[in-house]
Nanobody, 121 residues
Framework: QVQLVESGGGLVLPGGSLRLSCAASGRIFRVNRMAWYRQAAGKERELVAS???????RYAGAVEGRFDASRNNAENRIYLQMHALKPEDTALYYCHANVIGEMWGDGADYWGKGTLVTVSS
């Protein structure tokens, strides 16, 4: 089994910055794609940013230029540096990872429990 644990959420003023971190642990042979999703109250969960194992990143249009996603393959971690935060960025942010548990195994998807980001004055 694999666990994903997020950290770094909190309350921040509009225009401020915050850095989220997520660590994967457990039965891991290799972590493929890692990503951040978010879900605001009353809305569907949406992709914020993804990072492939080779470091290739993709961003949602709403965060392009403000958020920067990165990962550390040696530590099975993904980060999300958020700048110029807006009230509409308020949401529960979830970490997602596709993990291969053993050599020759198939990848499986795992989710963290989320960390709350609130942008408010």
């Amino acid at each position: 089994q694999v666990q994903l644990v997020e950290s770094g959420g909190g309350l921040v003023l509009p225009g401020g910055s915050l850095r989220l971190s997520c660590a994967a642990s457990g039965r891991i042979f290799r972590v493929n794609r890692m990503a951040w999703y978010r879900q605001a109250a009353g809305k569907e969960r949406e992709l914020v940013a993804s990072v492939a194992r080779d470091g290739t990143t993709r961003y949602a249009g709403a965060v392009e230029g403000r958020f920067d996603a990165s990962r550390n393959n040696a530590e099975n971690r993904i980060y999300l540096q958020m700048h110029a935060l807006k009230p509409e960025d308020t949401a529960l942010y979830y970490c997602h990872a596709n993990v291969i548990g053993e050599m020759w195994g198939d990848g499986a998807d795992y989710w963290g429990k989320g960390t709350l980001v609130t942008v408010s004055s």
